[in-house]
């Protein structure tokens, strides 16, 4: 190898670093490549919010009616846990698939937690996107609570047509998700199609998901 060679190599490095380098200065930290889209949405079933709720609701008036005997002061009849609702009804079978349930339907999922700040701060606007009824948004509530879950909703409004508990956060896993709040739209065949990370602003929403709603023809 003659010298000029070994000289240029050490340059063509340098210069090919430096592009990568620039590149990576013109994009993007919020937009994180996904490898679901335009790729099926998972469809793993979860628990419904409200059925979790309904069902610690039950098992914990079982405990108090159980006591209650154990001492002789049983009641002579027991009332019905009142029923909560995440906007879907309590009439739903206990775990879903939103990519089952809106088929055929242009819907969001919106991943986020009560312990999370930035899911704080995109709560507004999810509240005023679904006072729109644009379309569907389903809330996956990544390793939280039932309780906790609640309180918030009940705190800062609930703008989900549906709410899912990822309590082991495996679904969140399937999603690709590398942390809370994040958004995903998923198209009328099912495919997801868009891909937010950290919370939505007037920018994203303006910019982004409006034209993409308007173009996958979101009512």
């Known amino acids: 190898m003659s010298r000029w060679i070994r000289a240029s190599i050490p340059l063509a490095v340098f210069l090919l670093i430096a592009w990568f380098l620039l590149q990576g ?42 006591s209650l005997q154990g ?12 029923s909560v609702s995440d ?25 986020w937690g009560s312990w999370c700040s930035g899911c ?45 508990m990822d309590l082991d956060g495996k679904a969140a896993i399937d999603w690709g998700v590398y942390g809370a709040p994040e958004t995903f739209v998923i198209d009328a065949r099912g495919m997801v199609r868009f891909k937010h990370v950290g919370p939505l602003s007037d920018e994203v929403v303006r910019g982004q998901l409006r034209p993409l709603l308007a173009r996958l023809g979101a009512s």
């Open 25 to 66: 200065l013109h994009r993007n930290p919020r937009e994180i490549p996904s490898p679901l889209i335009d790729r099926p949405a998972p469809l793993a079933a979860l628990e419904r919010l409200q059925n979790l709720e309904h069902h610690l609701a039950s098992a914990s008036q079982a405990v108090a009616t159980a």
């Open 71 to 82: 001492s002789g002061l049983a009641p002579t009849g027991v009332a019905a846990s009142p």
């Open 87 to 111: 906007g879907i009804g309590t009439s739903a079978p206990s775990s879903s698939s939103p990519a089952a349930l809106y088929a055929g339907k242009v819907w969001m999922l919106n991943v």
């Open 120 to 164: 704080q701060l995109e709560h507004p606007l999810l509240n005023a996107l679904a006072a729109e009824r644009l379309l569907p948004i389903v809330g996956l509530a990544w390793k939280d609570s039932p309780a906790q879950a609640r309180q918030w909703l009940d705190r800062l409004g609930n703008p989900y047509s549906l709410v899912l």
